[in-house]
């Protein structure tokens, strides 16, 4: 199995080109993302996600290629796609609607938030896949890594997390000053040992936002009234 990424020139988004060999298999929960294929008719076989995967993904449909085949995908211009590579060992828990596709011999589990953290944010569940494989992630612009620190801890925006090891310690909180921590978005405070993965999204069309329509007086009571941030869009 081979897969690799490609960038369209001028930020024109990214296009992923797959090359499955005999007996592999690639489940791309976003079908219609598939542009180009070559291979014998009935290597792709379209079919209902279960249940729970249309909940969490809000979509019905997927698709499972067989190799010998090649296809591509491709996504818009501000999103990105990360593929990893899990080991047995791997103890990430991801989003499941960051995700993408996944290779055959991956299985997934749930894992149930506490209650205060499915508050803030409105997710009740997090997915632990086991086995060994390749997972790719779809996000709003790049996705980064860091590393946990056992005793040092990583704030992380809470919407920009993608992944976490199941060991890490969370809590949600603010830092910095008075003024820093009331125009902040909640953090996870992470503590653990492992890697993080997190994306640029929101921060990148928030910025944005803010250099092409917002006027002066806006971004000024955005910056000076207590949680002007999150009130002020």
């Known amino acids: 199995m081979n897969i690799g990424i490609r ?3 001028g930020g024109n988004g990214q296009a992923v080109d797959f090359s499955l060999g005999e007996g592999e298999a690639m489940h791309i ?3 219609e ?4 294929y070559r291979g014998p008719s009935d290597g792709r076989s379209d079919r209902l996600m279960n249940v729970k995967g249309m909940y969490r993904k809000k979509r019905l449909i997927q698709a499972d290629m067989s190799g010998p085949c090649q296809f591509t995908a491709a996504v818009p211009p501000g999103f990105a796609i990360k593929a990893v590579e899990l080991k047995d060992y791997s103890d990430l828990l991801y989003d499941f609607r960051n995700l993408f596709f996944y290779s055959s011999g991956i299985e997934m589990h749930t894992r149930i938030l506490k209650i205060k953290n499915m508050l ?5 569940v997090k997915m632990k896949f086991s086995g060994a494989g390749t997972v790719g992630l779809l996000t709003e612009g790049a996705v980064y890594e860091a590393e946990l620190h056992p005793s ?3 704030y992380v925006d809470a919407g920009s997390l ?3 090891p199941e060991n890490a310690r969370l809590e949600l909180t603010v830092y910095g000053n008075t003024l820093a ?4 978005n909640y953090h996870w405070k992470m503590t653990g040992s492992g890697t993080v993965l997190y994306h640029a999204g929101q921060q990148t069309s928030r910025l944005q936002q803010e250099m092409e329509q917002d006027g002066l007086l806006k971004r000024i009571l955005r910056e000076v009234i207590p949680f002007g941030g999150v009130i002020i869009k």
């Open 7 to 9: 960038e369209s020139g």
């Open 29 to 31: 929960l976003h079908p």
């Open 33 to 36: 993302q598939i542009l180009t």
């Open 120 to 124: 803030i944010t409105k997710d009740a």
């Open 152 to 154: 040092e801890p990583l």
């Open 162 to 164: 993608v992944a976490y």
């Open 181 to 184: 921590s009331q125009r902040m």
